[in-house]
């Protein structure tokens, strides 16, 4: 049998590259977008392996043998992330989160992460440092993880029985290995825990309310349980809108077993609308992406493995920030001055509001240009 040809790959490589501004102000922290939007969160993308091929995101029968990741030369090396993350700081940035694939498979991640936990802001603050993780091999990388600086981990559980998690992930892995993950970060102090569940209808939706009585029972109200829309990120999963369980449908079925009232929002640029368990219990979270877009309070940037700059979750193409951290400008490297000049560029012009766009039912994207796919970029 041949090699599998995945056309989706070249999007690795769709990007342009940036221009640098000769005369553009140093970086002030009050970098805004066309629509007013601060740039306030980072999401870095350490690779783009993953050890699951979960249905929604790396469907095996794409992500075989054969399909080809990238190779090491072309990952952003750890001093290449920390010099890119700096100037982001400068620029505004106050939150870093690792992602992948899955980021605990770089190896020695936990020197990149005390790399960036030694950054400060311009006022000498330290920046929020976390990790999104499957939880597969967590329980041995916890300690590590949180030595080297970080402050708290984002766990994907997709369901609790453990037939159906196994089904989900498609590489048999037991569910009880990323509980007790999710046990052992919860010790180290990495907290607080956020555990994220996709909601897929037809799938794991029954898993909804078993999930949040085991995660008040088992870790308490220090640990968030927070419930996603299954999103048409990339081309690969086969999205289609019969599949979203709106998070309105999450609530109500968690609300007739724990009532339930809302909360405000824990920050500027919150993703989830949350809510507590009356009875003290803790809270959840909601995202709703697909039927409650919140495009026009964006404030995060996305970073891929191999140093692409993408301003959108669902965006198609890149700014590729690796030739300029990597090239030379008239036989003189790029400087952080210049670099910087062109992310403020990049981000000024920025005007992505997908999810809006698809909510009014409008043509958001160019059709003929696929999106990027969620294991390159990151949730």
């Not at 010099?83 to 936990?110: C, D, M, N, S, Y």
């Not at 939880?135 to 708290?152: E, F, H, M, N």
């Not at 794991?204 to 349980?225: C, Y």
């Not at 493995?305 to 959108?312: A, D, I, M, P, Q």
């Amino acid at each position: 049998m041949g090699e599998t040809i995945i056309p989706l790959a070249d999007l690795r490589y769709a990007a342009a590259l940036p221009p640098v501004p000769a005369d553009a102000p140093a970086p002030n922290g009050l970098l805004s977008d066309r629509l007013g939007r601060a740039l306030r969160d980072l999401r870095i993308s350490v690779t783009d392996r993953c050890n699951f091929r979960c249905t929604y995101c790396m469907p095996k029968e794409l992500f075989d043998a054969n399909y080809k990741f990238l190779p090491q030369s072309s990952l952003l090396s750890f001093e290449e992330i920390t010099r890119t993350a700096r100037i982001f700081v400068a620029h505004g940035v106050r939150k870093l989160r690792l992602t992948g694939g899955e980021p605990l498979l770089r190896k020695h991640v936990e020197d990149l992460v005390a790399m960036l936990a030694a950054l400060r802001t311009p006022d000498g603050e330290a920046l929020d440092i976390t990790l999104t993780t499957n939880g597969s091999v967590l329980a041995r990388k916890a300690q590590a993880l949180k030595d080297a600086g970080l402050q708290r981990v984002t766990v994907s559980l997709d369901a609790l029985d453990d037939d159906t998690f196994r089904r989900m992930n498609d590489v048999d892995f037991p569910v009880a290995d990323v509980l007790e993950g999710i046990a052992v970060a919860q010790a180290v102090g990495l907290a607080p825990i956020k555990i994220n569940m996709v909601v897929k209808r037809g799938t794991n939706e029954g898993q909804i309310v078993p999930l949040a009585r085991h995660v008040r029972d088992r870790f308490g109200p220090g640990v968030v349980l927070r419930f996603i829309e299954y999103m048409d990120v990339g081309a690969s999963n086969g999205w289609r809108m019969d599949e979203v369980l709106p998070s309105a449908q999450v609530v109500q079925a968690i609300d007739r077993v724990f009532p339930l009232q809302a909360l405000q929002a824990s920050a500027p640029g919150e993703t989830a609308e949350r809510w507590a368990y009356r009875d003290g219990g803790g809270e959840i979270g909601v995202i709703s992406s697909v039927t409650q877009a919140f495009c026009q309070d964006c404030n995060r940037a996305r970073l891929s493995t191999e140093g692409k700059l993408f301003l959108c979750l669902f965006a198609g193409r890149g700014h590729d920030l690796r030739a300029l951290l990597r090239g030379t400008l008239e036989g003189q490297a790029y400087s952080d001055a210049q670099i910087a000049a062109a992310i403020g560029l990049i981000w000024s012009e920025r005007e992505d509001r997908y999810s809006e766009l698809r909510a009014a039912q409008s043509p958001a994207a160019d059709p003929a240009e696929r999106r990027v796919e969620m294991h390159y970029i990151g949730g």
